[in-house]
């Protein structure tokens, strides 16, 4: 009988944790939404993207951060 409450209890914790565990990646999916669209210039959004692209192929060649 002992067993019994135990393995309840156990089941109980085990939706409990579950059921906060969906509460809480349900808040943060509502906090990740953007809400708008981005107000950086469209100048500065090519610039920034050539650059990183550059960085990467200096990278992976070992232009940079190379040994």
Avoid: C, H, K
């Avoid at 085990?14 to 808040?27: D, E, F, P």
């Avoid at 939404?33 to 200096?58: C, H, K, W």
Wanted: glycine residues 10%; charged residues 5%.
């Amino acid at each position: 009988m002992f067993r019994l409450i135990l393995l309840i209890l156990f089941i109980a914790a085990i939706v409990t944790t579950a059921l906060a565990m969906l509460a809480v990646m349900q808040s943060v999916a509502g906090l990740a939404r953007s809400t708008g669209e981005d107000n950086m210039p469209g100048t500065f959004q090519r610039i920034a993207y050539i650059l990183l692209v550059l960085l990467l192929i200096g990278l992976t060649s070992g232009w940079l951060g190379g040994v």
